[in-house]
């Protein structure tokens, strides 16, 4: 069935009306918990990395659980400056962690986020063209990959930053509209276990969106390294395995 709407547009309402709407796994609110480590002072964190001996990559002391996965994808891009003198953020599903850096590989700041409520790592076919109710909660889920990213208009000329245009994902801060959703206190909750209840988009901490993470991307954009949650790590960035022949001393 058609919204009536053109393609993008209808993309642009998903994306939008996805931050809202409640699914079925939000009918439970999550217990508040002890805050997570990286949350103290409202979930912001923004200590500069110091650089050891080597000038690539940047020493990083992490608060929040980080998978070794996301440790080889962090090592990687600044080895192999992937980035491409863009500011760059590496989203670990499985910990529901977001790392940020700039465009030079300074560790900037760590926050959790909010995922799609689907496990999986692709998009369903033409998700961005379908109405919210006709999407299964399968379905919803946030893709993994590289991302070259920008910020653009959603539904409602809200300013959001596009992670896949073509299927509705977008980059924002937390939405709050409705109350029984309890995504601040996900967010706040001590495990990842609560942080799937999104229709696809990634929603990070206000604080952290406003004073960090807008002003790196909202020139020129940047990239977004999304790990996976079923397939192998290797197979969503094949370059990964260049890793160990990189000569990171220059």
């Known amino acids: 069935m058609s919204t009536g709407l053109p393609r993008n547009g209808r993309a642009a309402l998903a994306a939008l009306l996805s931050l809202t709407l409640i699914t079925p796994a939000a009918a439970t609110a999550p217990q508040p918990g002890t805050r997570k480590a990286a949350l103290r002072a409202k979930a912001v964190k923004t200590t500069r990395a110091a650089k050891a001996t080597n000038p690539v990559a940047p020493v990083i002391m992490p608060a929040l659980p980080r998978s070794d996965a996301a440790n080889r994808v962090i090592a990687w891009v600044a080895a192999a400056q992937d980035n491409a003198g863009l500011p760059y953020a590496v989203i670990d599903k499985p910990s529901a962690s977001l790392f940020l850096f700039s465009a030079k590989g300074e560790f900037l700041g760590e926050t959790p986020v909010l995922l799609g ?48 245009y073509a299927n509705s994902v977008a980059l924002h801060a937390v939405i709050t509209t409705h109350k029984s959703e ?53 197979d969503v960035f094949p370059r990964l395995r260049l890793l160990p022949y990189l000569n990171t001393n220059t």
């Not at 109710?133 to 809200?158: M, Y």
């Open 117 to 164: 409520i689907g496990v999986g790592d692709d998009s369903s076919p033409g998700i961005g063209a379908k109405r919210l109710e006709e999407i299964g909660p399968a379905e919803r889920t946030t893709p993994a990959g590289r991302f070259v990213t920008k910020f653009g208009r959603a539904f409602g000329n809200q300013r959001v930053l596009w992670v896949d």
């Open 182 to 234: 309890h995504r601040v206190a996900r967010l706040l909750s001590p495990t990842p276990d609560d942080n799937r209840i999104s229709f696809g988009c990634i929603n990070v901490d206000s604080s952290f969106y406003t004073k960090l993470l807008r002003p790196k991307f909202q020139k020129k954009g940047g990239i977004v390294y999304i790990l996976p949650d079923t397939r192998p790590v290797d």
